[in-house]
């Protein structure tokens, strides 16, 4: 069955810190992952996705299919990244296409 | 251009009664989901539009709930004789259509939700 588990509800680190939010998943197959971001009182929308190994906002993530993991990491934290990020897995073939799983989320407070 | 749309923002109903929950998709994309956000539960699918398939019925926690898309475009969730336990935000996302077999998932634009209290 396809499952994405965030281990941390809740993750502080001080302007300027290096950042790391955990994404694991399962999944019998190939799947495609996405860290979608939600700041205050604005709406869900994608940060990054796997496949166009991108950095956004300074943030990268690589899918590591031996570990099963898709990290979120940046170098230097900004007070702007506070925000609840959520990891999102989807299939990429058959029936789970169209539909994301998502994990349940991490909230990020960077303090300055 | 106009992002996804969904109303009411906020609706307040009293246990058993009937909500029904509109999403205005992009323009031009043919596939529009839903999802359910509530506290202790994180984002829950629920349904999946996808052009004129049927529609991807799975995620539905009850017979309660049903969904329609008319002419392709706007939906609407219907929840029926609601219960305490349905309070919770309801999105609405579209995309362009994600084909089976394709290679790749299309992004999903989410709407800014629908805040449901169930009293």
């Known amino acids: 069955a396809q499952r994405v588990t965030q281990p941390e509800k809740l993750l502080s680190v001080f302007k300027g810190a290096p950042v790391e939010l955990k994404c694991n998943y399962s999944y019998s197959g190939s799947p495609e992952l996405f860290w979608y971001v939600q700041y205050s009182r604005q709406r869900l929308q994608l940060l990054l996705r796997h496949i166009s190994r991108e950095s956004i906002k300074g943030f990268t993530a690589d899918l590591n299919k031996g570990e099963t993991s898709f990290h979120l990491k940046k170098p230097f934290a900004q007070e702007e990244d506070s925000a609840m990020y959520y990891c999102?897995?989807?299939?990429?073939?058959?029936?789970?296409?169209?539909?994301?799983?998502f994990g349940r989320g991490t909230q990020l407070t960077v303090w300055p | 251009g106009a992002g996804v749309s969904q109303s009411p923002s906020n609706k307040v109903t009293e246990k058993g009664k009937d909500v029904e929950l509109r999403c205005d998709p992009i323009?031009?994309?043919?596939?529009l989901y839903w999802y359910r956000q509530s506290l202790g539960q994180g984002l829950e699918f629920l349904i999946y539009f996808q052009g004129n398939s049927a529609p991807d019925k799975s995620g539905l926690p009850s017979d309660r709930f049903s969904a329609e898309r008319t002419g392709g475009s706007v939906s609407t969730l219907t929840i029926q004789r609601t219960q305490q336990e349905d309070s919770a935000v309801y999105l609405c996302?579209?995309?362009?259509?994600?084909?089976?077999?394709?290679?790749?998932?299309?992004?999903?634009?989410f709407g800014p939700g629908t805040r449901l209290l169930v009293l």
């Open positions: 999102a897995l989807s299939g990429a073939r058959g029936s789970t296409l169209g539909r994301l799983y």
């Open positions: 323009s031009g994309h043919t596939a």
């Open positions: 996302a579209s995309s362009l259509a994600s084909f089976m077999g394709g290679p790749y998932q299309e992004t999903q634009y």
